[in-house]
């Protein structure tokens, strides 16, 4: 990463306290296009995601700032729990915060402790879920048109089996097992494409699919090299979180907030939501940036995201130690054509308060992360934003 790419304002780098100068050094050192990228940890490939972190950017800001002894790393947008394994990773307590519970449900179980004998609880599942021709199918709407009636009756059958189990670190596992088969038992395309096309999926294929993912599931938590330390995830809406909702004080934020009119998570896990019993539009009222806010009566402007991130900055002060960092990877929206910088704005916000801005740094987005909805808005960079919380103020 040359110096150029590299923006550095509000203060003078001399007039940086002398552990930021050091912090700076190192992220002007990083290559932030990651071209050599690190293997991923087979936890990471667990359930899919959208617009999750390549976990090279956690890792990177973990391994550059500190985090001080008896305080957490918070990611109040924790979405599949990519900074949370880092924190772990690296023996560290960690929080994360996200309005989707499939979000928190994938979070809670990548950085929980491996459940006894999981593959063999889904033999079990399996072999009495398919003794069951005629389980509770629920009454979702548009079922018909995203799911075969076998596939209906496999997946009711496996839910009936989980819900029955008293063990909430095996529920977790199983119904992340579950939820990671959705669309591909279900007539949608992809993860990617929200169109319902005829599959080759039956009733056996159901039962298949989950049992791998079961394997899948257990290889990926025994690989584990580290210890799981205490990480608490709270399935909220960031924005209505108080500070007494956190187990304690946090040392370092590493977060990728949602932005305006870029991706729908609640509609990537539409039918996740459903199935599990969650309701996906109540999700979708309270997600920040979901386009369907910006294509209605009264939509969305930038002027909501503003009034977000002064939540979130809020509660961020009110639960970070002086000198703690923060750490914000966040692209540019298009809100009906205009382009909104978005780390423009947390910076702007967060030097209104008690941070500076020790770095803001632009890097390419890989062309392979996709999305349903990246393309329409051109998104070709993002920017890290590292900010630091001032003392006394
Ligand atoms: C860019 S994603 C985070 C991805 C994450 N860094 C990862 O590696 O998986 C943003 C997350 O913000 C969550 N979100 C949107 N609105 C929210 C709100 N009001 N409160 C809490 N989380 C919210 C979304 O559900 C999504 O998981």
């Avoid at 002007?28 to 990651?34: E, K, N, P, V």
């Avoid at 957490?72 to 990519?82: K, M």
């Avoid at 040392?251 to 990537?268: D, F, I, K, Q």
Wanted: with cysteine; proline share 5%.
């Amino acid at each position: 990463m040359t110096e150029k790419a590299v923006r550095v304002t509000t203060r003078e780098r001399d007039s940086f306290p002398s552990d930021a100068k050091n912090v700076l050094e190192q992220l002007l050192a990083t290559d932030w296009s990651f071209a050599e990228r690190a293997k991923a940890p087979l936890i990471e490939s667990i359930h899919p995601y959208p617009a999750k972190f390549i976990g090279d950017i956690p890792r990177a800001l973990l391994d550059i700032l500190p985090v001080p002894e008896g305080t957490s790393v918070l990611d109040p947008f924790v979405g599949s729990g990519t900074t949370l394994v880092e924190a772990q990773r690296r023996g560290l307590p960690c929080v994360g915060i996200d309005l989707n519970p499939i979000a928190c449900l994938i979070s809670r179980v990548k950085t929980g402790a491996e459940p006894d004998k999981l593959q063999e609880m889904a033999a079990a599942i399996v072999s009495r879920a398919r003794a069951n021709k005629t389980p509770d199918r629920r009454a979702i709407p548009n079922l018909d048109h995203w799911f075969k009636v076998e596939v209906q009756t496999a997946v009711a059958a496996i839910l009936e089996e989980i819900r029955d189990l008293e063990d909430d670190g095996i529920k977790d596992a199983l119904n992340l097992c579950l939820s990671s088969i959705i669309v591909r038992v279900s007539n949608q395309d992809s993860d990617t494409r929200y169109a319902a096309v005829d599959k080759a999926v039956t009733w056996d294929g159901v039962f298949d699919a989950f049992t791998a993912a079961a394997n899948k599931l257990q290889i990926a938590m025994a690989s584990r090299s580290w210890t799981q330390t205490s990480a608490h995830v709270l399935n909220k809406n960031t924005l209505e979180v108080q500070p007494t909702d956190l187990p304690g004080k946090v040392g370092l934020v590493v977060t990728s907030p949602p932005y305006p009119n870029a991706y729908e998570y609640w509609l990537y896990h539409k039918y996740r939501m459903w199935w599990l019993g969650y309701d996906p539009i109540e999700v979708k009222k309270q997600e920040i940036g979901a386009r369907a806010h910006f294509f209605k009566t009264n939509h969305h402007t930038e002027e909501n995201f503003w009034e977000q991130m002064r939540g979130t900055l809020k509660l961020i002060d009110s639960v970070m130690v002086a000198d703690g960092y923060a750490c914000f990877v966040i692209g540019r929206s298009k809100i009906h054509g205009v382009v909104v910088d978005n780390a423009a704005i947390i910076r702007s916000i967060a030097e209104s308060m008690n941070f500076h801005c020790v770095a803001q740094i632009e890097r390419v987005i890989s062309a392979s992360r996709k999305s349903f909805n990246l393309a329409h808005a051109n998104i070709k960079t993002e920017t890290v934003l590292v900010l630091q919380k001032m003392q006394g103020r």
